[in-house]
């Protein structure tokens, strides 16, 4: 297209545009504006915000508590003199929240992030925001996007793991999934909501770097790559001020750099203040109106608090919802709809299957054959599985099959299979002893509000599982936890698959991979250690604080960065994971061999080109994993993963991968100039299926 044909197109849009104003002008009051879908957003919401009161614009800004129907877990009443439609807000991380029925619960987002596939994620949201949409929720609160700093936070099974690329990935592509379903997505908790103890104060106390290289760039896609409407400000301190009303990180970073133009709402009660929340960059406060209501509309009329900064609050809150549709389409559905659906449970239970990680599997104990005599113990295994965390990503599950359940159908109802919940560990051996093969069921309680008080499986099951390998050689540990655990019997034991909390179809997606109707390709989205003191953040001072402070002194060695950077033997890396088959990476390629320095993020991109063969004699996926070493000078982690892809293969299918580089591969964040800078140097691309198992390399130059 020429440039004159481009001019005249542009030309004949903008007259379009004015004339359907002029009518909307002429068939409603030209003050109705907003109701005309053709303009922009922006200019919807402007429209709307000069015909809004005082008492109008505050009512947007907060949520009414108690709510007048027991739903929901926020409420903002709509306008109808406006239009302007109710927000109904519920929870929702994996599966509606919020005691809602008649839902699926879907595995924790740990388990979905195991996937390391994208596309996963991006349906994972497709489906929580369906149902979420069918139940009449305008504003989904998920995901949950913080990075895992502490082994033990009470909420790693709502997170994506401890790498800020990968979150980054997983993050933008669940919160497309929801936006593309109906309702506008809330990312929490921003920012540095990484441990439970002391969660309402805790001061996290952390360096400008660190901030934006471990802990922004979830925060960073989902404004970029997600087009979130909203985010979730966070209960704690970062640096001394409260997330809901610190202006370094509202204003400076989020409208500033990330040039997000959604809004932000607090946490449940995290507010803290009217004046300096108003002015420091708090939209909305949510679930009352304890500073949000008389008090700032006192602090406006007294002319504390100008109306341009409120106009700009509520320009925040219409934006996101005239993007989304909110005022143009008919409400979503209600409260008491049923949202479940054959397809959606299937999803469930795919989704479970794609994020069970095989840790071990000596002597290829498994896949196990249908004959094999199986003794089941745990309690998890039978009558109480660990299918979900506590907290508010709670979930009424419609039905959970239990491992037991899910073993026996699988197998047939001849099978042979036995089962003791543990509580007696002789009994259980006796039963563990008569079978061919003994699984036990591991299960940790985590939960938002608590962190877990270290990192050993619970009450008696270390033992139960040392009685079982005691007298059956053949013991596998599946694990439902929702984060890393040790594993002081790790020897005794012929293997150990991470099941995390797996949903609804728990023993249906345990039963699949156990006897290999699904072959295991998750890998690892955070470390396990091998000691409670081999962590990054094993001091009092960095977890779980001293005096209400977090030193988040590890700075940029956040999970595996640390094991490498201090050359700590993990029980399992991050990103490693085992399957049925077996795969081979060859033939590293990079283009270009050198990149040009700049200011900014890097703009040219490398491509990464390898094959990948599955030389088994099973069909499966490998996870290939980018990970970047920068020079010395940089200051860096010794290396960190920069791109990812999971590739399905045939037994004995090669394919050919190419990876894009993420744009900061070969940048650091400078701190003085407050921006993403090249240095020069030689950097090491390094590709291979763990952070530990790296066989391929090449070299990439960053010259002036
Ligand atoms: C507190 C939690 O931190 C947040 O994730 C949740 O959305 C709200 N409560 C509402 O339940």
Same mark, same amino acid.
């Given at each position: 297209?020429?440039?004159?044909?481009?001019?005249?197109?542009?030309?004949?849009?903008?007259?379009?545009?004015?004339?359907?104003?002029?009518? %909307?002008?002429?068939?409603?009051?030209?003050?109705?504006?907003?109701?005309?879908?053709?303009?922009?957003?922006?200019?919807?919401?402007?429209?709307?915000?000069?015909?809004?009161?005082?008492?109008?614009?505050?009512?947007?800004?907060?949520?009414?508590?108690?709510?007048?129907?027991?739903?929901?877990?926020?409420?903002?009443?709509?306008?109808?003199?406006?239009?302007?439609?109710?927000?109904?807000?519920?929870?929702?991380?994996?599966?509606?929240?919020?005691?809602?029925?008649?839902?699926?619960?879907?595995?924790?987002?740990?388990?979905?992030?195991?996937?390391?596939?994208?596309?996963?994620?991006?349906?994972?949201?497709?489906?929580?925001?369906?149902?979420?949409?069918? #139940?009449?929720?305008?504003?989904?609160?998920?995901?949950?996007?913080?990075?895992?700093?502490?082994?033990?936070?009470?909420?790693?099974?709502?997170?994506?793991? &401890?790498?800020?690329?990968?979150?980054?990935?997983?993050?933008?592509?669940?919160?497309?999934?929801?936006?593309?379903?109906?309702?506008?997505?809330?990312?929490?908790?921003?920012?540095?909501?990484?441990?439970?103890?002391?969660?309402?104060?805790?001061?996290?106390?952390? *360096?400008?770097?660190?901030?934006?290289?471990?802990?922004?760039?979830?925060?960073?896609?989902?404004?970029?790559?997600?087009?979130?409407?909203?985010?979730?400000?966070?209960?704690?301190?970062?640096?001394?001020?409260?997330?809901?009303?610190?202006?370094?990180?509202?204003?400076?970073?989020?409208?500033?750099?990330?040039?997000?133009?959604?809004?932000?709402?607090?946490?449940?009660?995290? /507010?803290?203040?009217?004046?300096?929340?108003?002015?420091?960059?708090?939209?909305? &406060?949510?679930?009352?109106?304890?500073?949000?209501?008389?008090?700032?509309?006192?602090?406006?009329?007294?002319?504390?608090?100008?109306?341009?900064?409120?106009?700009?609050?509520?320009?925040?809150?219409?934006?996101?919802?005239?993007?989304?549709?909110?005022?143009?389409?008919?409400?979503?559905?209600?409260?008491?709809?049923?949202?479940? %659906?054959?397809?959606?449970?299937?999803?469930?239970?795919?989704?479970?299957?794609?994020?069970?990680?095989?840790?071990?599997?000596?002597?290829?104990?498994?896949?196990?054959?249908?004959?094999?005599?199986?003794?089941?113990?745990?309690?998890?295994?039978?009558?109480?599985?660990?299918?979900?965390?506590?907290?508010?990503?709670?979930?009424?599950?419609?039905?959970?099959?239990?491992?037991?359940?899910?073993?026996?159908?699988?197998?047939?109802? &001849?099978?042979?299979?036995?089962?003791?919940?543990?509580?007696?560990? #002789?009994?259980?051996?006796?039963?563990?002893?008569?079978?061919?093969?003994?699984?036990?069921?591991?299960?940790?309680?985590?939960?938002?509000?608590?962190?877990?008080?270290?990192?050993?499986?619970?009450?008696?099951?270390?033992?139960?599982?040392?009685?079982?390998?005691?007298?059956?050689?053949?013991?596998?540990?599946?694990?439902? /936890?929702?984060?890393?655990?040790?594993?002081?019997?790790?020897?005794?034991?012929?293997?150990?698959?991470?099941?995390?909390?797996?949903?609804?179809? *728990?023993?249906?997606?345990?039963?699949?991979?156990?006897?290999?109707?699904?072959?295991?390709?998750?890998?690892?989205?955070?470390?396990?250690?091998? /000691?409670?003191?081999?962590?990054?953040?094993?001091?009092?001072?960095?977890?779980?604080?001293?005096?209400?402070?977090?030193?988040?002194?590890?700075?940029?060695?956040?999970?595996?960065?640390?094991?490498?950077? /201090?050359?700590? &033997?993990?029980?399992?890396?991050?990103?490693?994971?085992?399957?049925?088959?077996?795969?081979?990476?060859?033939?590293?390629?990079?283009?270009?061999?050198?990149?040009?320095?700049?200011?900014?993020?890097?703009?040219?991109?490398?491509?990464?080109?390898?094959?990948?063969?599955?030389?088994?004699?099973?069909?499966?996926?490998?996870?290939?994993?980018?990970?970047?070493?920068?020079?010395?000078?940089?200051?860096?982690?010794?290396?960190?993963?920069?791109?990812?892809?999971?590739?399905?293969?045939?037994?004995?299918? #090669?394919?050919?991968?190419?990876?894009?580089? *993420?744009?900061?591969?070969?940048?650091?964040?400078?701190? %003085?100039?407050?921006?993403?800078?090249?240095?020069?140097?030689?950097?090491?691309?390094?590709?291979?299926?763990?952070?530990?198992?790296?066989?391929?390399?090449?070299?990439?130059?960053? #010259?002036?």
């Amino acid at each position: 297209m020429s440039d004159l044909v481009r001019k005249l197109k542009c030309l004949l849009v903008g007259v379009a545009i004015l004339g359907r104003i002029a009518v %909307s002008a002429q068939e409603n009051t030209p003050s109705r504006a907003w109701e005309n879908k053709a303009l922009p957003p922006e200019l919807r919401a402007d429209s709307l915000i000069a015909a809004m009161t005082l008492d109008e614009k505050i009512t947007l800004m907060h949520g009414v508590d108690p709510m007048p129907q027991k739903a929901y877990v926020g409420y903002v009443p709509g306008i109808p003199r406006l239009g302007i439609p109710s927000l109904h807000l519920a929870d929702g991380r994996a599966g509606v929240g919020n005691d809602a029925i008649d839902v699926t619960l879907l595995p924790a987002p740990i388990a979905a992030a195991s996937s390391w596939d994208p596309g996963l994620l991006e349906k994972f949201g497709e489906v929580l925001g369906r149902e979420e949409w069918i #139940k009449g929720t305008n504003v989904a609160l998920a995901p949950s996007i913080d990075v895992v700093r502490v082994p033990e936070w009470g909420r790693t099974f709502e997170s994506y793991g &401890e790498d800020p690329y990968l979150n980054a990935q997983m993050a933008a592509a669940e919160i497309r999934g929801i936006q593309s379903a109906g309702p506008i997505a809330d990312a929490n908790m921003y920012l540095t909501m990484n441990q439970e103890s002391n969660r309402f104060d805790q001061n996290s106390v952390v *360096d400008d770097r660190t901030l934006h290289e471990i802990y922004l760039p979830p925060f960073a896609a989902a404004v970029q790559d997600g087009h979130v409407g909203t985010f979730m400000c966070a209960y704690v301190k970062t640096n001394g001020k409260y997330s809901c009303e610190n202006p370094d990180l509202l204003i400076t970073i989020l409208r500033g750099q990330l040039k997000f133009d959604g809004w932000v709402m607090s946490d449940w009660g995290a /507010t803290h203040s009217a004046i300096p929340s108003a002015e420091n960059g708090l939209d909305q &406060e949510m679930p009352g109106s304890k500073y949000y209501g008389d008090s700032l509309k006192a602090a406006v009329t007294a002319g504390q608090v100008t109306m341009s900064v409120i106009d700009n609050h509520v320009r925040h809150i219409l934006v996101p919802m005239f993007r989304q549709g909110i005022f143009d389409r008919a409400p979503s559905g209600s409260w008491t709809a049923s949202a479940r %659906s054959p397809e959606r449970d299937a999803f469930s239970r795919e989704v479970a299957e794609k994020g069970t990680v095989l840790l071990k599997n000596a002597g290829h104990l498994l896949p196990l054959r249908k004959q094999t005599r199986v003794a089941i113990l745990g309690v998890a295994g039978g009558a109480s599985p660990k299918a979900e965390g506590g907290g508010s990503s709670g979930v009424v599950a419609p039905y959970k099959i239990s491992p037991f359940d899910g073993i026996r159908n699988y197998a047939g109802k &001849e099978a042979d299979v036995t089962y003791s919940d543990g509580s007696d560990l #002789k009994a259980s051996a006796e039963v563990a002893r008569a079978a061919d093969v003994a699984i036990v069921f591991a299960q940790t309680d985590e939960t938002e509000g608590s962190d877990r008080p270290n990192l050993s499986l619970p009450g008696n099951q270390d033992a139960l599982i040392e009685a079982a390998a005691a007298v059956n050689r053949n013991t596998i540990v599946v694990l439902d /936890t929702g984060g890393p655990v040790l594993m002081p019997w790790i020897d005794q034991v012929a293997g150990v698959v991470e099941a995390w909390y797996p949903g609804q179809e *728990d023993g249906n997606a345990i039963a699949a991979i156990l006897y290999g109707d699904f072959n295991p390709s998750a890998k690892l989205p955070l470390t396990f250690p091998r /000691t409670a003191t081999a962590i990054p953040t094993a001091s009092p001072q960095q977890w779980p604080g001293v005096n209400g402070e977090s030193a988040y002194s590890e700075q940029l060695d956040v999970g595996y960065r640390w094991y490498d950077a /201090t050359n700590t &033997e993990p029980l399992f890396p991050f990103g490693f994971g085992l399957s049925y088959t077996v795969f081979e990476l060859s033939h590293l390629v990079l283009t270009p061999a050198t990149v040009h320095s700049q200011t900014g993020p890097a703009r040219t991109q490398v491509m990464v080109k390898v094959d990948v063969r599955n030389t088994g004699d099973r069909d499966g996926a490998e996870v290939v994993q980018v990970y970047v070493e920068q020079p010395a000078q940089n200051g860096e982690p010794p290396r960190q993963l920069r791109a990812f892809a999971r590739v399905p293969l045939r037994a004995g299918e #090669k394919r050919t991968v190419s990876l894009g580089l *993420d744009p900061h591969s070969f940048s650091i964040y400078d701190s %003085s100039s407050q921006q993403w800078i090249s240095p020069t140097g030689e950097y090491t691309v390094r590709v291979g299926t763990s952070s530990r198992d790296l066989p391929l390399s090449g070299k990439v130059g960053v #010259k002036q």
